[in-house]
């Protein structure tokens, strides 16, 4: 007998919970106070990346972000501030920042990404999905000895994991990459890796689900939740009531302050991204990151996206031209022949990814609720897990054997 379930968040996890949980046989109602066209699930890079083993959370990362933290061109900024939510989150993340941690997240990481790449390999094939989907693998561009060796390490830690991963020097870039310049004394290639243009899945599995007979209601925003004896009965929005069995808090960086209603506590910081789009051809066609400046470029359906930073500022959506010029740079630094024009750079967008402390995103039920299924921390990765997520949530939801061992992303977890 299929539950009545209610997804809050129409982004890439909310979408893909919908999914699963339709096909299992569910009425499935998706409500987004947004007006589900922006966003993170719209503006990020579109990888599917099991090379993305190192969890934000790794060794030193806090000292670079107290180093950084007056620098408006640093690839992270972490802006302080007394709030009590932040304080908890950043010694949680503190503590995370090890490389104990780093060996016991990896295969995690690993694992849900290759099933998420599977998942959407297999959306591709059904239902008339057209979006664009990739398998070229993934550049780790370096520029200095010093960041080649750390990558050219992080390669060989893949490997160790199963994942092909290689090291590349200046000409294998120049012979797989032959119709653009690069300005890299060499780096590491991810064979593994898959890319996507966010915007093309987002309007096809939005359409599919209305065709499936999910109802999808924008500008729409939680206002209250009747709870009793640990279990949600209704939630409130600002236009009506939605009567529920199950719930599902895939909310992005709201999501802590819908599980604040429940007396959930779930540390999570809104880290902003910017992304800018040129429509003039560049010859890429394989997505790399460019290791030192920690920004990444995508070769999508008509268009680059040059994509980059981590700024956790708490929850707005303001445009730092600074941060989006140091994306620009960056982009001509690795691609001398790429220009961002000033146009390009004033069309760019950000959105708002949410950062858990450990870098391992939060996925199931809570103690304090019995249906309610969270799913949101997924940081700069929910792209490349989103499928998957989704999979997990509609197994747990029909109490079907999960996909993954979940011990990992238990939302009450402790750091």
């Known amino acids: 007998m299929g539950k009545n379930v209610l997804v809050i968040g129409g982004g890439i996890i909310g979408l893909s919970s919908a999914y699963y949980l339709q096909k299992e046989g569910h009425q499935v109602t998706v409500v987004d106070q947004s007006n589900l066209d922006a966003g993170a699930s719209y503006v990020n890079a579109g990888y ?4 993305h083993l190192i969890p934000l959370s790794a060794p030193g990362v806090m000292k670079k972000g107290l180093k950084w933290m007056f620098n408006p061109t640093s690839p992270l900024y972490i802006k302080p501030r007394l ?3 932040f304080l908890k989150w950043s010694w949680a993340f503190n503590k995370s920042c090890n490389q104990q941690h780093v060996e016991k997240a990896a295969p995690v990481i690993r694992d849900i990404t290759v099933l998420s790449q599977d998942l959407m390999t297999d959306i591709k094939k059904s239902d008339g999905f057209t979006f664009h989907y990739d398998k070229k693998g993934l550049f780790m561009l370096c520029q200095t000895e010093q960041m080649l060796e750390e990558e050219v390490k992080i390669a060989e830690y893949a490997k160790t994991l199963g994942l092909v991963a ?14 653009t310049t690069i300005n890299a004394i060499g780096g590491a290639y991810f064979e593994c890796d898959h890319h996507s243009t966010p ?18 209601h924008s500008n729409e925003k939680v206002e209250d939740i009747d709870i009793k004896n640990q279990n ?6 600002n236009k009506q009531e939605y009567i529920v069995d199950e719930v599902v808090f895939a909310a992005g960086s709201w999501t802590a302050l819908l599980a604040k209603k429940l007396g ?8 902003k991204g910017y992304r800018i789009n040129t429509e003039k051809p560049t010859g890429i066609t394989i997505p790399a990151i460019l290791a030192e400046a920690k920004s990444a470029v995508t070769p999508m359906n008509g ?4 994509a980059g930073t981590m700024e956790i500022a708490g929850i707005n959506h303001d445009i730092n031209k600074v941060r989006v010029e140091t994306i620009a740079k960056s982009a001509t630094q690795y691609y001398p022949d790429v220009k ?9 967008a950000c959105g708002l990814r949410p950062v858990s402390p450990d870098g391992l995103p939060y996925i199931g039920k809570s103690n304090k609720c019995k249906n309610v299924t969270i799913a949101a921390g997924h940081a700069m990765m929910g792209w490349s897990m989103s499928t998957a997520t989704g999979k997990l949530v509609s197994e747990i939801i029909s109490e079907q054997k999960p996909s993954l061992a979940l011990e990992s992303f238990n939302p009450d977890r402790k750091f």
């Open 48 to 51: 599917l990346s099991p090379s």
């Open 340 to 348: 961002l024009t000033v146009e390009e750079k004033e069309n760019a």
């Open 83 to 85: 709030d009590i939510d």
């Open 232 to 237: 949600i009965n209704s939630v409130k929005t």
């Open 303 to 306: 268009f680059t996206r040059f």
């Open 199 to 216: 915007h093309e899945f987002m309007t096809e599995l939005k359409a599919h689900l209305i065709q499936s007979g999910v109802k999808i």
């Open 166 to 179: 290689k090291e590349v020097d200046q000409k294998d870039i120049a012979e797989m990459e032959p119709n």
């Open 264 to 271: 959930i506590t779930l540390l999570l910081q809104a880290g």
